[in-house]
């Protein structure tokens, strides 16, 4: 049986970004991961690095995003310095566009609402009429009315994000260890054996970050993670010349150039296929934002399934029953994964959640199943 530091179940963005934190912490983890047959979160998403609706009512959750935004610089450039890859961060700020007057009026109430339950933490946002957006993005349609915006939003290549991700885990010493189902688990306060098969390996420390997977894993280790797959579809353009100098909440542009129209947000359960209607209804309203994309082929489309947590914040918790066993669940882990590696990492190995992240814990949902 090989032993290690720690093992990281789930090698998606949420695992590898842990994982890559913990060597930087010193240590020795492994990374298991089923393969190429998992929901692919990681691999079809859109790239968000994403602060300005994060966080309603949950203050917390606001910071800890903030904070994950601010740490991203850094890790793009660390990254790069480590491993060659270039994650092609960017962080021009963004913008959510309303198309109408109602629209605008319900974003207006909600920034106003982020930053009244920001405190003296702070929020900057401006409301912008459809003139100043105008001068921010060229080509927008006559529907757009008006625009929130923050600095604070960006966007990266996530697909390069998760290779760097591996590449820096395993040339800073870590074991990957692909193609394996966690189907075995002992447990006991930091003593934890994990098989696969014939396969045993043990650790005094394990994060469950499986996604979807850590619903049924998380009661094993004493820990609750009751999430919930959440369909979104991506449609991409041809490339064309640099146009958006900023992304928004549903149009964006690439470095090499492609459009990518996202995301819907479709209830139904495992099912990963794609539906003609959505796609239709995502890039009509991307076409009434800016009417120039209608004369753009769509070259790619695909639909994935979030990590969904029953309220839309994560979920991080050590075991209270088996100390050593932490759990990681988000359903935007790239604009996370500058948290997850810098800081979240950091507490595992020293072997403490911070108590800021304490309102994050699984408890919160039997609160509200007591009420
Ligand atoms: C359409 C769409 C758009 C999105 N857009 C954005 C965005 O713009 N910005 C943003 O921040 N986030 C976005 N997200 C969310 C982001 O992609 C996810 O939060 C993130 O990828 C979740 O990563 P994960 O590692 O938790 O899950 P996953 O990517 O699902 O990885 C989990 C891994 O665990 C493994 N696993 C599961 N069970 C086991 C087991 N028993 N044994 C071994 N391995 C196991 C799986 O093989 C898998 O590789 C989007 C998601 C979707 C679907």
Redesign the pocket.
Known sequence: MREFDAIV???????AAIAYGLVRAGLKPAL????D??????????????VQSKGLGAPHYQRWTRASADAWPALAAELLARTGIAVGHERPGGLHLCLGDEELAARAAMMQRLQAESGNFGFEYEMLDRAAVAELLPGIGPAVSGASFTRYDGHVN?LALLHALHKGFVAGGGTYLPN???GYAGVAPHEFVIG?GEDRIAAPKIVL?????NAE?APLFGLSAPVRPQR???LVTERAGRVLAMPTTTVRQTLEGGIMI??SQEDVGFDTGQRPAVMAAMAQRAARSFPWLAELQVVRAWA????MPPDGVPIYDQSEAFPGAFTA????????AGAHALLFAPMVAAGALDPALAPFSARRFDVHDAA
């Not at 179940?9 to 695992?15: E, K, M, Q, S, Y």
């Not at 298991?32 to 393969?35: A, L, Q, S, V």
């Not at 970050?209 to 997977?213: D, H």
């Open positions: 179940i789930g090698g998606g963005l949420v695992g298991i991961d089923e393969g047959v998992a929901f692919r979160a990681s691999r079809g998403n859109f790239g968000l690095v994403w996530s394996r189902t966690v696969s970050a499986a996604g979807l997977g894993l979104g579809q991506i996202g995301d994935a399934l979030r990590v669940n988000c359903h935007s882990g790239v604009t996370l």
